[in-house]
């Protein structure tokens, strides 16, 4: 809950609008259905494992601010606080209206994001 309230604290500071629970929750779970994607932009000796929270590549901050209807600024702000959360998270959102993959397609595709699960899994009749 520490959390919530500094991440209340850092973007009230900022002068950023107000974000309500469910943006942070769809934030999480698009942030941490986009693991793969978020690591291939970092660099070579970044250790997944580590304490050090993964750099936002701009296209995923894009994608996530569309998506969870977060200004910019705040989504950098709330990876800053939530990104542990995020990426020690495998959280998937498929609400009843409009679903996830809508989402996907109207924010994503443009910017080369699609809802892929990992590993891949190729099933062949042959």
């Known amino acids: 809950m520490s959390e919530l ?13 107000p974000v309500a629970f469910e943006q942070l929750v769809k934030f999480v779970a698009f942030a ?13 000796t ?3 494992a580590g304490d050090r ?13 569309e998506a969870c209807l977060i200004s910019s600024p705040s989504v ?20 009843a209206s409009g679903g996830s993959l809508c989402k996907y397609e109207k924010f994503g595709f443009h910017r080369g994001i699609s809802k892929i699960y990992y590993p891949y899994r190729i099933f062949c009749p042959y």
Do not use: C, E, H, Y
Not at 32 to 44: C, E, H, W
Not at 53 to 65: D, E, H, K
Not at 76 to 95: E, Y
């Open 5 to 17: 309230s500094n991440l209340s604290q850092l973007l009230s500071s900022s002068g950023q609008p």
């Open 76 to 95: 950098i702000i709330i990876w800053k606080v939530l990104a542990q959360t995020a990426w020690n998270t495998d959280l998937d959102i498929s609400p």
């Open 32 to 44: 941490s259905r986009l693991k793969n994607d978020i690591l291939l932009a970092q660099p070579a």
């Open 46 to 48: 970044f250790n997944p």
């Open 53 to 65: 929270r993964p750099v936002l590549p701009p296209t995923i901050q894009g994608f996530l601010s």
